[in-house]
C-alpha cells in the first residue's frame, strides 16, 4: 500500500479510537452493526460514483435516478397501491430502468460531448419527474414480505441490507480490478487519449460505466425502499454529494484514475462513522454538518501531505 | 517528384506501398499526394522538415488518420485502414511521437491493450496469463521490466521498451512479419539509450520492416537502410545513406543549400572580461548535492548526465520550481530567491522547460498571449494592458525571429513545434531584463533548419551578455554550443570541461565523465 | 404597500368567470401537499374553473421568482392565490408583491407574528394550526400510552421552521406537566423519513430500552422512526406519535403501530384558501364583513388515535364546506 | 544591477492578425441563441410570457443568480470550482440581517467583506493544503450553513427597517430592475478588469494549464485565492440582494441556487474544466436557468413534466452552447 493509500483508513481508525474514547456507547458491538448498516445503502451507491469517478466524470445523478427507481420499485412489488405483485422481477425492472437512466447520461456525454456534470444533472431532474409521475399524490407502501425482511432480517448479526452492500463493494471491486470494464475505465481516467491510439473506442466502455453507476444507484434505491417501507420521491436526494464526498474522502480523486472501490468503501465508512459518532457524542445538530465538514477537509487535507510537492497540480 | 519514390512493378519484397496520398486539413495541405514503399527486412528513414507531414502520414498507416485521397497496399493487396485494429490486424503498429502509455495501468495491460487476446476471457482478466504475454514481449527486446510495476513508476526510456514491447506484439497478429513505425523515438533518450534502442531495431530488421523517423540527420543515416525525403507534403526523393551525407540531406528537406553548424562560429563577440553571472554554492535538493557552479555573463554553460544524474532537477531548482534543502545562488552579486518561478522571474531568469506541450505552451491560447505571459508587464500602462503597444511589441518579436504563424492571435497549438518553441524563448525576451536563462532541451523535436535558428538566437542573446544554462539534446549540440561543459553524475558535478571554439573535447571525452 | 389611507376594503367586482386560480405547495412529491392541489382542484371545478398548480421545491428563492413572475402576467386584479409560504421569512416579500399587484392572497402555516393580513388590503386570510397545540395533543396521547412514564426521543423538523419550533414547545409544555417522562434526547430529522430512520437507529443504540417512546414533529418521520424500530426488533414496545395525518400515519394508527397523529385536513386547506379569495374577489363575501379573527386565525384539527382513525382512512372533503357562508366553519382561535 | 539584455526586437512590417474563425465567433453566440428560442418557446405556449412586466420579473429573478454564478465563474476558469456560494450567500444573508440595525448601508460593505474574506481562505486552504477545491468548498459549504444556523438560532432574521438596502430592490423608470442593473454593473467590473489587465490571461493559462502557467512565473497561488476570494464577495452580494427582495435573512435561504449557478455558468458555455469561458456568457446562462426554473411552471407545465422538461432542456442547451474545439477530452 503505498502513502497515498495509507491516508485515509488511518484517518478512519483514528476517528473510531477518538469517539470510543469520548463515548462508551459507539464502542459497543451494537452501534458498529449499527455503522454497518447504516452505511449500506450509502456504500452501494458510492460503488456507482466510483466508477464515474475513475474515468474523471462526475455524476450528480444519484438523487433522480433513485427517486425513479424507489417509485417504480414500490408499486411493481407487493404494495398498498395497486394489484402488482412482480417480486424479484419487480425489483429487477426497477434496477433496469435505473441503469437505463444512467446509460442516457453516458450517451449524451459520448454523443453530444456534453460535460458529464451537466448531462448527470439532466438527467437527474429527469428522474424525479418520472418519480413525482409514478407518486401521483400518494405513497405507495412497501407490502412485499420479502423486500422487506431486506431491512429487518439478520445473517450473523447483520443486516440482510449490509450483506447486499458487502457483497455489492466485492463485486465491485473485483470488476474494478479483473474485468476489462473496470481496467478500462481506471485507463480511461488515466489516459483517455491514448486508448484510441492503442485502437480501443472509449465511448462504449463510458457508456457502459455510466449504466453501471446507474444500476447500482437503482439497487440502492430498492435497498432505501426496503428501509422506508414506501417509494419515496426523495429517497436519493441525500446520496448526489455524500457518495462523492465519501469517494474522495477515500482517496478516489476527482481527476480520475485514481483510487478505487476499496478506497471509496473507506471513505464510506468514514463518512457514517462520523455521522453516528457525532449524533452519540451529543454534539449540536446545528454544528454537525460544520464539523463534519471540517474533519472531513482535515483529513484528505493530512493525507494529502506526504505527496506534496511543488508544481503540484491540484484542481 | 520523386525519382525513385514510385516502383513500376510490385517487386514481392514490397510489403507496404502508398500511392497518392493526399490528406488537407483547413488551411494546411499536410500530405499532397505522398508516393512510399517499405521492403522487408529493411529499416526505412523518413526526413524532414518540422511540419513536412511525417507524423500525418504515418498515422495515415496505422488507421488514425483518414486519406482524402491515395491507395495503401500491403503486400499487394490494397487495405482500407479504419483504425489502429485494422492496421495490427495487417501487421503495421506504430510508436507514437509523443508518449502514449496509460500511465496509472501496469506495464504489462499496457502492452496487451487494446489486443489483449488470452489475457481476457469474457471480460475478465487472467492476470497470470497477461504477465507472461507481456513477459514475452519484454524478453524479445532483451528488458528486465517487471510487467507487473505501474507505468508512471518507470523511467522514461523504460516507458519507450514498453512501447516497443507493446508494438511487437502485432506479430501475434499476422503471419507475415510486421512493419514497425518509430515517430521520432530517439528525441528523448539519452545516448545510452539511443544505443540500446538501436540495438533493438537491427534486431528488429531480422523479421520486420521498420520505419524510422527522426530529425537528428546522422542517426537516420546510421541505422537505416533507405532514407525518403518529404517536404510540404509531398515525397521529394530518395537517398541511400552509403553514399549521402546529413548536408544532402537536409538540402533536400528543405530545397536549399543547409547551413548547418552548431560549432562555434569565429566571430563570438564577448565581454573582454569575464563578468560573474550566476553563482552557486552547496546547492542541494532532492536530487543533487554540492552544487557549485558559476556562469558568466554571456557564457554559454551545458550542463551533460544521464538520466537521473539530477541536471534536469538542478535546472528546476534554479528557476525555483523545485525545492531546495541547501545552499546559496547569487545572480549578479545579489541573493536569488528560490521560493518559486515567480521570484526568479522577477529577478530576470528564464527558463524553456523540455516538455513543451506541458510545462511550456498553453496550447489553446494564442501566441500573443504565450509570448507575453511571463512579462505581463510588457506593453502596459501601469495595470492596464495598451493593445497596440503590446500587439505591436508582439509583432515585432514575431518577424524578429521569423516565427512561421498566420498571426498573432492563432492558437499556438496550431504553430509547428519549432516556432512554438521560439514563441516560448520569446517569452523571456519581451521583457528585455532576462539575465539568466535556463534552457531544458531547448531543440527537442524540432528540425535541423529549427534548431539552427534556436542556435543562432542562443548565440545572439549570449552576445548580448545573457548568461545561459544548456542541458542540451544531444553531446554534439552541448559541446558544439558551450563554452564550457559541466559533468554531473549522481547529483553531483563530476567534472568540467572547457569548450573553446577552437579546442571543442570530443563526445567520447565527456561520456567517459558521465558514467 | 400597507392599508390604503381612505382604507376602502377593496371590493370584489371581479366576473366568477374571470377568476383565475393559483395554489402553490412545496411540490407533489409528499402525500400531504398533493391532496392540498387536490383540493384546489375539487374547489375550482365547484365553481367551474381551473386551479394552476405551482410547485417550488422547497425553494424559497424559486417560490418567490413564481410568484414574481405570476403576477407579472397580466391583469392580476381577479387572480386568487393560496400559497404555502416556504418558510416565516417567504411570507412578507409574497404579500407585498400580492398586494402590489392587487391580487388576492391567501397564506397558510407560515408567518411571522408582527406581520398582519389587516394591514393589507388584498390579503385577505393567513391560516395555520396551533403547533404548540398539536405537539401537545401528540405528546399527552403518547405519555398516556406509556403509562405516565419513561423515556422519550424527540425527533424535530427543519430547524428554521416555526412548524418544528412551536411543536417542540407543545412536547415541552407536555413534558413539563409529567415530571414521570424524561426527554433522553432531541434530534433533528429535517421532516424526512430517511434521516428520522438513521437518527432513530442511532439513539436506539445510544440508550437502548431506556427509549419507551418517540415523538416525532411530522408524520414522515414517525414512518421512519417506526421503520429504526421494526428493524430493530422493537416495534410494538415503543409508543410512536406524528403530526399531519398522512395516508400511511392514519393507516398506522388504525392498526395500533402508531399511537396518535394530528390532522389538519390537506384537500380542505387547498380548497379553503382559493374558496375564500374567490368569495371576496366575486364579491359573494365583502372584506368589510371579515372579522379580524377571521383574517388570522388557527384552524381547527383533529387528534387520531386508535378510536377514530377509521373516521380518516378514506380523506373525503365536502364541497359544502367551500360556500361562501362556510368558509371560516373551521376558525378555531385567534391567531396568537 | 547590471545593465539587463539589450537584444532589441527589429521593428519590421506587422504580421497579419489571425482572430477567431467564422465557426468560433458563431459557438460564442450560440448562449443567446439558446436564451432566444427559449423566449421564443415559452411565448408560444403562453403569449403573455413576452410582456414588459413579465420579461422585467424574468430578468429580476435571474440577477442575484447572475451575481453569484459570475462570481464562481472565476473560480471555474482557474480550473476549480466554489461550491461554497450558496451556503455564503445564506450567511451573509443573516448577517446582513443582523448587521443592518447597527451598521445601516455600512453593513452591506461589510458583508461583501466578510464574504470576500471566507472566499480568501478557502482559496488559501485549497492552495496552501493542497486539497482539491470541490472537497473545500463542500467543507467550506457545511461550515457556513452550520454557522448561519448557530448565529440566527435557525430562524430567519426580519429585517424591520431596509431602508439602506433598497436600491437593491426597487424598479428604475418602473421597467428596469435595480437588482440587474447591479448584475450587470458586477459582470461589466469584473469583464473590464480581467480583460484590460493581465489578470485575463493569467487566469486563462491558469485554467487551461497549470504547470505551464507557474513555470511562466505566474503568480498561480495568490491568483486562486483571489478568484475564491471574488466568488466569496460576488455570493456575499448577492445575499444582499436576496435580503433586499425578502425583507428578511435565513440561514438557508441561498442554499438552493447552487446547482442553478452552476448551470449557469455551463449553459454560458464555460468550459468546467477550466480556461474557456467568459463572464457575459455566465450571464446570459442565468437568464436561461431562471427561464427554466420559473418560466416553465408558469406557462403552466406541471410539476412532473417541469422537472423532465427542465432535464432535458438544460442538457439540449449545454449541447448547444459548447465549443468543442475548446476542451480536448469530456470528461
Ligand atoms: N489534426 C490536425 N489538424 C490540423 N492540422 C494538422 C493536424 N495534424 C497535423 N496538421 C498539420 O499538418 C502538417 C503536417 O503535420 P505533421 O505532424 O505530419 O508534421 P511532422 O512532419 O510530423 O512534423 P514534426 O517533425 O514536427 O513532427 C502540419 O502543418 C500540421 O500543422
Ligand atoms: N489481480 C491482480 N494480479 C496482479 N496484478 C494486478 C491485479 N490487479 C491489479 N493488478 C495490478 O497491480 C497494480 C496495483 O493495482 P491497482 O492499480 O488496482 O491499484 P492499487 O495497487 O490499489 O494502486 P493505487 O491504489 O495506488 O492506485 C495495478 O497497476 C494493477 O494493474
Ligand atoms: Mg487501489
Ligand atoms: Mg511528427
Redesign the pocket.
Known amino acids: 500500500m503505498s502513502v497515498r493509500d495509507a491516508g485515509p483508513p488511518i484517518a478512519l481508525l483514528v476517528i473510531v479510537v477518538v469517539l470510543s474514547l469520548l463515548s462508551p456507547q459507539f464502542r459497543t458491538t451494537g452501534n458498529a452493526l449499527n455503522i454497518l448498516d447504516a452505511a449500506a445503502v450509502l456504500a452501494v451507491v458510492t460503488c456507482g460514483t466510483t466508477f464515474v469517478l475513475l474515468l474523471g466524470s462526475i455524476d450528480l445523478s444519484a438523487a433522480g435516478v433513485m427517486g425513479a427507481s424507489s417509485l417504480v420499485v414500490a408499486v411493481l412489488v407487493e404494495n398498498s397501491r395497486n394489484n402488482l405483485d412482480l417480486g424479484i422481477l419487480g425489483i429487477l425492472i426497477a434496477v433496469v430502468l435505473a441503469a437505463a437512466l444512467g446509460c442516457v447520461s453516458g450517451l449524451l456525454v459520448v454523443l453530444l460531448k456534453v460535460p458529464s456534470f451537466m448531462t448527470t444533472l439532466g438527467v437527474s431532474a429527469i428522474g424525479l419527474g418520472i418519480a413525482t409521475l409514478v407518486f401521483d399524490g400518494v405513497q405507495p407502501g412497501v407490502v412485499d414480505p420479502s423486500l422487506r425482511s431486506w431491512a429487518t432480517g439478520r445473517l450473523l448479526g447483520l443486516t440482510y441490507l449490509t450483506w447486499i452492500a458487502v457483497v455489492c463493494v466485492l463485486i465491485a471491486w473485483f470488476v474494478q480490478r479483473y474485468t476489462r470494464l473496470g481496467r478500462y475505465a481506471m485507463a480511461i481516467g488515466g489516459a483517455e487519449e491514448v486508448l484510441a491510439l492503442s485502437g480501443v473506442r472509449v465511448g462504449p466502455y463510458k457508456v457502459a460505466v455510466f449504466t453501471m453507476a446507474g444500476a447500482f444507484y437503482g439497487l440502492g434505491a430498492v435497498m432505501v425502499t426496503s428501509q422506508l417501507g414506501s417509494g419515496l420521491v426523495q429517497s436519493g436526494a441525500s446520496y448526489t454529494f455524500a457518495s462523492i464526498t465519501a469517494a474522495v474522502v477515500g482517496g478516489t480523486l476527482l481527476v480520475g484514475g485514481r483510487g478505487g472501490v476499496l478506497h471509496s468503501t473507506v471513505g464510506v465508512l468514514l463518512l457514517t462513522v462520523l455521522t453516528n459518532g457525532l449524533v452519540l457524542i451529543g454534539v449540536s445538530p446545528y454544528v454537525q454538518g460544520g464539523v463534519q465538514g471540517l474533519i472531513v477537509v482535515v483529513a484528505v487535507a493530512v493525507a494529502a501531505a506526504p505527496l506534496r510537492h511543488r508544481n503540484q497540480v491540484v484542481k | 517528384m520523386s525519382a525513385e519514390g514510385v516502383v513500376a512493378q510490385r517487386s514481392p519484397s514490397v510489403v507496404l506501398e502508398v500511392r497518392g496520398l493526399v490528406k488537407a ?4 495541405t ?1 500530405l499532397d499526394g505522398v508516393d512510399l514503399e517499405v521492403r522487408q527486412n529493411e529499416v526505412l528513414g523518413l526526413a ?10 504515418l498515422k495515415t498507416l496505422v488507421g488514425l488518420v483518414r486519406p482524402d485521397a491515395g491507395e495503401i497496399y500491403v503486400r499487394g493487396q490494397r487495405v482500407r485502414l479504419r483504425n489502429v485494429v485494422d492496421a495490427a490486424n495487417h501487421g503495421i503498429g506504430m510508436v507514437f ?1 509523443e508518449q502514449s502509455l496509460v500511465p496509472n495501468l501496469t506495464a504489462a495491460e499496457n502492452i496487451v491493450l487494446g489486443c489483449e487476446g488470452p489475457a481476457i476471457r469474457r471480460g475478465v482478466y487472467r492476470w497470470a496469463t497477461m504477465r507472461a504475454l507481456a513477459q514475452e514481449q519484454l524478453d524479445k527486446i532483451g528488458s528486465t521490466i517487471d510487467p507487473l510495476a505501474r507505468t508512471d513508476s518507470l523511467t522514461f526510456a523504460e516507458r519507450q521498451m514498453v512501447e516497443i514491447a507493446k508494438v511487437l506484439r502485432i506479430e501475434q497478429r499476422t503471419h507475415n512479419s510486421p512493419v514497425i513505425i518509430l ?2 523515438p530517439t528525441s528523448v533518450l539519452e545516448p545510452s539509450e539511443i544505443e540500446t534502442l538501436f540495438e533493438q531495431v537491427r534486431r528488429l530488421r531480422e523479421f520486420a520492416s521498420v520505419i524510422f ?1 527522426s ?1 537528428r540527420l546522422d542517426e537516420v543515416l546510421d541505422v537505416c537502410d533507405r532514407v525518403y525525403v ?1 517536404r510540404g ?1 509531398q515525397s521529394v526523393g530518395e537517398v541511400r545513406p552509403a553514399d549521402a551525407v546529413a548536408g544532402d540531406l537536409h538540402r533536400m528537406m528543405i530545397g536549399s543549400e543547409s547551413h548547418e553548424d552548431h560549432y562555434h562560429g569565429s566571430a563570438v563577440t564577448r565581454d573582454e572580461t569575464p563578468r560573474e553571472r550566476l553563482t552557486v554554492r552547496g546547492l542541494a535538493g532532492a536530487a543533487f548535492r554540492d552544487v557549485d557552479l558559476d556562469v558568466h555573463a554571456g557564457e554559454i554553460v551545458a550542463v551533460v548526465g544521464v538520466h537521473g544524474s539530477g541536471r534536469e532537477e538542478l535546472c528546476k531548482a534554479l528557476f525555483g520550481a523545485v525545492a531546495t534543502t541547501a545552499g546559496e545562488v547569487t545572480l549578479d552579486g545579489e541573493r536569488l530567491d528560490l521560493t518559486g518561478p515567480r521570484a526568479a522571474c522577477a529577478a530576470g531568469v528564464g527558463y524553456v522547460p523540455a516538455e513543451r506541450k506541458v510545462e511550456g505552451m498553453v496550447g489553446p491560447m494564442s501566441v500573443a498571449d504565450n509570448m507575453t505571459l511571463a512579462k505581463q508587464r510588457v506593453g502596459c500602462a501601469g495595470p492596464v494592458i495598451v493593445p497596440k503597444r503590446q500587439n505591436d511589441i508582439v509583432d515585432k518579436w514575431i518577424s524578429r525571429l521569423s516565427i512561421r504563424t498566420p498571426g498573432r492571435r492563432t492558437a499556438i497549438q ?1 504553430l ?3 516556432n512554438q518553441q521560439k514563441v516560448i524563448l520569446a517569452r523571456w525576451l519581451v521583457g528585455g531584463d532576462v539575465r539568466l536563462l535556463l534552457l531544458d532541451h531547448p531543440t527537442r ?1 524540432l ?1 535541423v533548419g529549427a534548431r539552427s535558428e534556436v542556435y543562432r538566437l542562443m548565440r545572439e542573446l549570449a552576445g548580448t551578455g545573457v548568461a545561459t544554462l544548456l542541458l542540451a539534446d544531444s553531446l554534439e549540440e552541448a559541446i558544439g554550443m558551450a563554452d564550457r561543459v559541466v559533468v554531473m553524475s549522481d547529483g553531483r558535478i563530476v567534472a568540467e570541461v572547457p569548450c573553446p571554439p577552437d579546442r571543442k573535447p570530443s563526445p567520447l571525452d565527456l561520456v567517459k565523465e558521465m558514467v | 404597500g400597507d392599508t390604503d389611507a381612505d382604507g376602502s376594503a377593496a371590493a370584489g367586482t371581479c366576473d366568477p368567470a374571470d377568476v383565475k386560480l393559483v395554489g402553490q405547495v412545496r411540490n407533489e412529491s409528499n402525500p400531504y401537499e398533493a391532496s392540498w392541489l387536490d383540493g384546489g382542484d375539487l374547489f375550482a371545478a365547484s365553481v367551474g374553473l381551473k386551479q394552476q398548480r405551482l410547485t417550488y421545491d422547497g425553494e424559497s428563492t424559486k417560490q418567490q421568482e413564481q410568484i414574481r413572475q405570476i403576477l407579472a402576467g397580466g391583469d392580476t386584479t381577479c387572480l386568487v392565490m393560496n400559497v404555502l409560504p416556504n418558510g416565516d421569512s417567504d411570507t412578507l416579500p409574497i404579500v407585498r408583491a400580492a398586494d402590489q399587484a392587487k391580487a388576492f392572497l391567501v397564506t397558510q402555516w407560515n408567518k411571522p407574528a408582527e406581520l398582519k393580513p389587516a394591514d393589507y388590503d388584498r390579503w385577505i386570510s393567513h391560516l395555520t394550526y396551533d403547533g404548540v397545540e398539536s405537539g401537545r395533543q401528540i405528546a399527552d396521547a403518547l405519555f398516556e400510552a406509556m403509562g405516565g412514564s419513561g423515556g422519550v426521543i424527540a425527533l424535530q423538523g427543519v430547524l428554521d421552521t416555526a412548524a418544528a419550533k412551536d411543536r417542540f414547545a407543545g412536547l415541552e409544555a407536555a413534558l413539563g406537566q409529567n415530571p414521570g417522562i424524561k426527554l433522553l434526547d432531541q434530534q433533528t430529522a429535517n421532516f424526512s423519513r430517511a434521516e428520522a430512520l438513521a437518527v432513530t437507529k442511532t439513539l436506539l443504540t445510544k440508550h437502548g430500552d431506556a427509549i419507551t417512546g418517540i415523538w416525532a414533529a411530522n408524520d414522515d418521520m414517525a414512518l421512519g422512526a417506526l421503520e429504526a424500530l421494526g428493524q430493530a426488533g422493537r416495534a410494538g414496545k415503543v409508543a410512536v406519535v406524528g403530526i399531519d395525518a398522512v395516508p400511511d400515519a392514519v393507516k398506522a394508527v388504525s392498526e395500533s403501530q402508531m399511537t396518535a397523529t394530528v390532522s389538519s385536513d390537506g384537500p380542505w386547506q387547498g380548497g379553503i384558501g382559493l374558496a375564500i379569495g374567490y368569495c371576496v374577489a366575486t364579491g359573494e363575501l365583502d372584506m368589510a364583513d371579515i372579522t379580524d379573527v377571521q383574517r388570522a386565525f388557527f384552524a381547527e384539527q383533529f387528534l387520531i388515535t386508535s378510536k377514530n382513525a377509521g373516521d380518516f382512512l378514506a380523506p373525503k372533503t365536502d364541497p359544502a364546506g367551500f360556500k361562501c357562508d362556510n368558509v371560516f366553519d373551521r376558525v378555531a382561535a385567534p391567531l396568537k | 544591477m547590471s545593465a539587463p539584455v539589450t537584444i532589441r526586437p527589429s521593428s519590421d512590417a506587422a504580421v497579419v492578425k489571425g482572430g477567431p474563425t467564422r465557426s468560433e465567433s458563431l459557438t460564442s453566440l450560440m448562449p443567446v441563441l439558446a436564451l432566444v428560442s427559449l423566449v421564443i418557446a415559452l411565448a408560444a405556449a403562453k403569449p403573455g410570457f413576452l410582456s414588459q412586466p413579465s420579461m422585467t420579473a424574468v430578468v429580476d429573478a435571474a440577477a442575484p443568480l447572475a451575481v453569484l454564478a459570475a462570481g464562481a465563474t472565476i473560480a471555474v476558469l482557474c480550473g476549480g470550482i466554489d461550491l461554497s456560494i450558496a451556503a455564503l450567500a445564506s450567511l451573509s444573508s443573516v448577517l446582513l440581517a443582523m448587521w443592518l440595525p447597527t451598521l445601516g448601508g455600512l453593513a452591506s460593505v461589510a458583508v461583501v467583506g466578510v464574504a470576500a474574506a471566507a472566499g480568501a481562505l478557502q482559496g488559501a486552504a485549497h492552495v496552501f493544503l493542497r486539497i482539491p477545491s470541490f472537497i473545500v468548498t463542500l467543507g467550506g459549504m457545511s461550515l457556513f450553513s452550520s454557522i448561519a444556523l448557530v448565529i440566527s438560532g435557525a430562524a430567519p432574521v426580519p429585517v424591520i427597517d431596509d431602508g439602506p438596502i433598497r436600491w437593491g430592490f426597487t424598479r428604475i423608470f418602473d421597467v428596469v430592475p435595480s437588482a440587474a442593473v447591479v448584475a450587470v454593473v458586477v459582470v461589466a467590473v469584473l469583464a473590464l478588469l480581467i480583460k484590460a489587465t493581465p489578470l485575463g490571461s493569467w487566469i486563462t493559462a491558469t485554467g487551461y494549464s497549470e504547470p505551464a502557467a507557474r513555470l511562466a512565473g505566474i503568480p498561480v497561488d495568490p491568483l486562486k485565492i483571489g478568484a475564491f476570494c471574488v466568488s466569496g464577495a460576488c455570493a456575499g452580494l448577492a445575499g444582499v440582494l436576496l435580503v433586499a427582495r425578502t425583507f428578511s435573512g435565513g440561514p438557508t435561504m441561498a442554499d438552493s441556487l447552487l446547482l442553478p449557478a452552476v448551470a449557469a455558468i455551463v449553459v454560458g458555455g464555460t468550459a468546467i474544466t477550466g480556461g474557456h469561458g467568459g463572464l457575459w456568457r455566465t450571464l446570459v446562462g442565468a437568464l436561461v436557468v431562471t427561464l427554466l426554473r420559473v418560466g416553465l411552471s408558469v406557462v403552466g407545465v406541471s410539476a412532473a413534466y417541469e422537472s423532465i422538461l427542465y432535464g432535458a432542456l438544460i442538457v439540449a442547451a449545454v449541447a448547444l452552447t459548447l465549443d468543442r474545439s475548446k476542451v480536448m477530452v469530456v470528461k
Open positions: 486539413y483547413p488551411g494546411v499536410a524532414g522538415e518540422n511540419g513536412a507531414g511525417k507524423s500525418t502520414l511521437q515517430d521520432e523517423v530529425h518529404l507534403g496550431r509547428s513545434g519549432g523535436g528540425d
